[in-house]
């Protein structure tokens, strides 16, 4: 593909510009630079996120290895094309130390590009696109999240274990959503699955009465699918009430209805999901951020929130471990990605690629949260072989 | 493609199209009478729904939250005429594309400041609240068939009011010719103040009743904004009676588009709007 | 008669066109350490400058109201982007000419199919171009679908081997990107004022009577189109150089309406105004977004109130300061008002034909 191409090569060139990035004072304010949506389709997330970020950092006395902290917070809009001058503002106009974002995958593609050649330090809480860390590869680039692959990937063992043969796949037609699904069929067909039919609906529509008829008349064991945020509500909505759900289980992505239960209602009972996290973990981490997080802002945490939280908690560990001191950035990243977290989510830690190695939970909606089944995956990696740092 | 999955695919277009034709035809209403094109309409969709989530929960009854946010969509109307669009008739079209462009960006902003960014939803309202068996594996949610039901009765409703009252003849009349109908005693002002309302009413109603049917979250005008313009401009614009075939139409190719020719499914509204403005560019009931 | 201004317009826009282009001299002394992201801005800035510049031909002198502009502007970044070999720049001299030659083709086919609507349906079959371009590029794996795509050279500059101008310094980068502002400028300073540009005012006036008068009033109007599709191709490619990134966003219908406000912010009509405008967008743009994550709100109402009090944007207040209004004679104002409602009439004209 012509894209990975040009991205592969990007890789090479992009060292050079670390060396050259400025070196910033020292004993200011650390600066974090927030690029995340807070209008339109993802305030959700941002806010989410960036709860979960603040609640951290104000759990060390609001400060990062000694020194204050100071928050850009900027709209990325979740507009791709604006991404790359809003990252440059960040980066070169208000000269943060650490750019955190964004949410949608479109977006991190033009913040990468600037971050390739500014050698600025990003952090991604969530844009799950697998070139971040793959194609891309960059030192300076951490993600704290998932990449689609991952999420998606256990299900498919998850579901021929379950009993599952013929499985109809559905998903927006972009690329978050496509990436997804080859996770799943790729780990579902290596056990022996079948996929019947891959369903590419137009992005952002939600009519999804005419595929749910398709669905219907091809009769398939299961459904496995990735929708998110009103499409994801829409969709097991209008499934349970087209009577599908009893006949033909619902496996999906954890974002599916990750963040939305209470918009769920009954109809989300019984979707099985996979995802980093479950609000319902029983490790000690987790019990304290639930009760911290409602306690700051008055609702249960979803994995978004986790993912701005461990962003937090990586720069807090991080920032001691240096005694605050950012001014020599190859030792910083080198800090960065060492960084072992006991997170909400469980143990988590980094690749060589700078991507969270984490386990990866099966969870079923029962009276409205995810109860956590099983570890369908402990300890995953993401291969991302294109990118061995 | 058996009969059987032939029939409910029909069954799905003809809902689709139907609602379509609901939240479109305050769009052509306003602009066949008042040459005002309204880009703000998708977040007055947006804001029906938001109205009616927020007052079943206040009220703890959807079919009072509707009554409720009718007046309150009709004094929305009321307003954005009054004070933005009054000055606006004799202008150039660009105006009202740049003042209701700015409109869509205050009202989804004010939606985030007041109702905030997660996803909500409004449960099934009864005595709809159950599905009839449509296959041996399908089930169809009865309050989709009344809201088909409800759609047509608006269509038939608008059609009778245009066609056959004083009021009609007056819109009409305005439509053609605005001047000769205020030279004949009419306060043309009333008029429009009055059609943008309703306009505006119908929108956010078709909205509210869309509700239980969907999610309801930010941003969910701006992409039924341009579906509806499609609708509009295939009908003809300002016509009801090509809305309302618009809509069906648009209904059907979306959902046999959909089955048929998957590759294209995104642009086959766009490929019919294509060709029906290569052989009528004024749409087609013009 | 649309196009004599008082000579303050030009000695200001000469002023702010110096200033600009000194911008390398006092930069430093003014911004300090953020002199190199400001003249990043200032060159984002004029690449818009260009784009609704561009649209400035269709809208303010043609009377056309495109709300799908923005097609043309991602046309000549996905242009470049899938043009660009994968491994070292592309050529400036063979890029430049591929940018407008697929522009000009794809303007003419779209061309020929809006240019026979008027009014309200040219605003829409434009926008429904615009989302047909933008969902085929959205679901397009060649053309990197969603995500968009890289470009990891920017062209060069060459002649005879040596480089004429480097395009990676992002000085000279800034001057290549006001050079090509400066071209488009008088192009259309020229174009307005020859014999092609008094039909478009006549047909902008009042088309029945061009046609009466025997002109082929749809030749004009398609050619018209295609040279701002061009010109606003040439802007996206420039776009999409600077950060070396296209994404289907840049196609969308916002940014059609996006560059719509530049130009009511600058002044319809009047070629100078919507560089201008787009300046005086991007700045309250980032004092906004600055200022509250709520800024859309902000935005919303500046376009809003510029709509309703200000509907001849900047440049109207340069032609026309309300000080200097005062001044005239009641016969004058009369005649100044006249002059300002010509671009204000014709559009409404769809009822009866």
Known sequence: MKTFKKTSLAALMGTSALISASVMANDGPVKLGLMLPYSGTYTALGEAITNGLKLAIEQEGNQLGGREVEYVQLDSEADPSKAPQNMSRLVNGDQVDFVIGPVHSGVAMGMLRVAKQTGAITIIPNAGLGAATNELCMPNVFRTSFSMWQDSYPMGKVAYDQGHRKIVTITWDYAGGKEDLAGFEEAFTAEGGEIVQQILVPFPSTEFQSYLTQIASLKPDAVYTFFAGGGGVSFVRDYAAAGLKESMPLLGSGFLTEGNLAALGDAGEGVMTTLHYAETLENDANQSFVSAYENAYGEMPDTYAVQGYDTGMMLVQALNVLGGDTSDKERLINVLANVELASPRGPLSFSDSHHPIQNIYLREIRDGKHEVVSIASENLEVPDEACQM | MDLAFFSVQLLNGLQYGLLLFLIASGLTLIFGIMGIINLAHGAMYMIGAYLVYDLTLRLGNFWLAIMVAIPIAIALGLVIERLFLDTLYKRDHLYQVLLTFGLILVLNEAQRIIWGGNVHRVVVPAPFDFSIQLTDNMQYSVYRLFVMGVCLALAGVIYWVIRHTRLGIIIRAGAVNRDMVEGLGINVRTLFTLIFSVGVALTAFAGMIAAPLTSIAPGMGDSILITCFVVVVIGGIGSIKGAFWGAIIIGMATTFGAVLIPSLASMVIYLIMAAVLLVKPRGLFA | ?353
């Not at chain 3, 779209?110 to 040219?122: A, D, Q, S």
């Not at chain 3, 701002?228 to 776009?239: I, K, P």
């Open chain 3, 1 to 353: 008669m649309l196009h004599r201004y008082p000579k303050r317009a030009a000695f200001i826009m000469l002023i702010l066109t110096t200033l600009i282009a000194a911008f390398p001299l006092w930069g430093e002394v003014v911004f300090g350490s953020q002199a190199n992201f400001i003249l990043e801005k200032l060159t984002l800035m004029l690449i818009l400058a260009l784009f609704a510049m561009s649209l400035d031909l269709l809208v303010g002198v043609l009377g056309l109201v495109s709300l799908g502009h923005a097609l043309f502007f991602g046309l000549g970044a996905y242009t470049l982007a899938l043009a660009s070999p994968d491994f070292s720049p592309a050529s400036m001299w063979w890029m430049l000419p591929l940018v407008m030659g697929v522009s000009a083709c794809v303007g003419l086919v779209i061309g020929v199919l809006v240019i026979r609507t008027k009014g309200i349906f040219f605003i829409m079959t434009t926008l429904a171009f615009g989302q047909m371009l933008y969902y085929f590029i959205s679901t397009s794996q060649f053309a990197g679908g969603t995500d968009g795509v890289f470009i990891m050279f920017r062209p060069s500059l060459e002649l005879g081997g040596s480089t004429l101008l480097d395009l990676d310094n992002p000085y000279s980068f800034f001057y290549f990107c006001l050079g090509m502002l400066l071209v488009g400028y008088l192009f259309l300073r020229w174009l307005t004022r020859s014999y092609f540009g008094q039909v478009l005012d006549g047909i902008h006036d009042n088309e029945h009577r061009m046609q009466a008068l025997g002109y082929a009033t749809s030749g004009y109007k398609l050619i018209a189109f295609v040279i701002a599709g061009v010109m606003a191709a040439v802007a996206g490619m420039l776009a999409a150089m600077q950060y070396g990134f296209a994404n289907p966003a840049q196609l969308g219908w916002h940014t059609s309406g996006e560059v719509l406000m530049m130009l009511i912010l600058g002044g319809m009509g009047t070629i100078f105004g919507p560089i201008l405008g787009a300046f005086a967008y991007e700045i309250l743009l980032y004092i906004y977004e600055h200022t509250t994550t709520h800024w859309p709100i902000l935005m919303g109402v500046t376009i809003i109130v510029a709509v309703l009090i200000l509907p001849r944007g900047i440049a109207g207040l340069i032609i026309a300061p309300p000080w200097h209004r005062k001044r005239q004679t009641s016969a004058e104002i009369v005649g100044k008002e006249s002059k300002a409602s010509v671009s204000a009439q014709p559009v409404t004209q769809s009822k009866e034909d």
